[in-house]
């Protein structure tokens, strides 16, 4: 079973940059596909961002796109998700999300296939 820690939020302007950090313990990180999700105050949870097994291959929301990229470093036993031009819609708890289920090439978006998540980070855009 992985363990998951969340590091990297906080306030920012409109138009600034965070980089959320996620790292694993407790499990072969590379057996697993990773995910950053986020709930705003009053709304469902949401995928953001995926990456596989190796990191070959990533998804992204479509409003984060051109603006979010998700890394990982199988090495250190982490993820991470890097914000650039952020925007007040963009405020949320952001959590990182992983699994094993799939193929190791597969990304997965659909959060009921995550079945280990952080405790979340707090990201505020100010406007």
């Known amino acids: 079973q992985v363990h998951l820690v969340e590091s990297g939020g906080g306030l920012v302007q409109t138009g600034g940059s965070l980089r959320l950090s996620c790292a694993a313990s407790g499990g072969t990180f590379n057996n697993y596909a990773m995910g950053w999700v986020r709930q705003a105050p009053g709304k469902e949870r949401e995928f953001v961002a995926g990456i596989n097994n190796n990191g070959i291959n990533t998804a992204y929301k479509d409003s984060v796109k051109g603006r979010f990229t998700i890394a990982r470093d199988n090495a250190k036993n982490t993820v991470a998700l890097q914000m650039d031009n952020l925007k007040p819609e963009d405020t949320a708890v952001y959590y990182c999300?992983?699994?094993?289920?799939?193929?190791?090439?597969?990304?997965?978006?659909?959060?009921?296939?995550?079945?280990?998540w952080g405790q979340g980070t707090q990201v505020t855009v100010s406007s």
């Open positions: 999300a992983a699994t094993r289920r799939g193929a190791p090439w597969s990304v997965r978006i659909i959060l009921d296939e995550y079945d280990y």
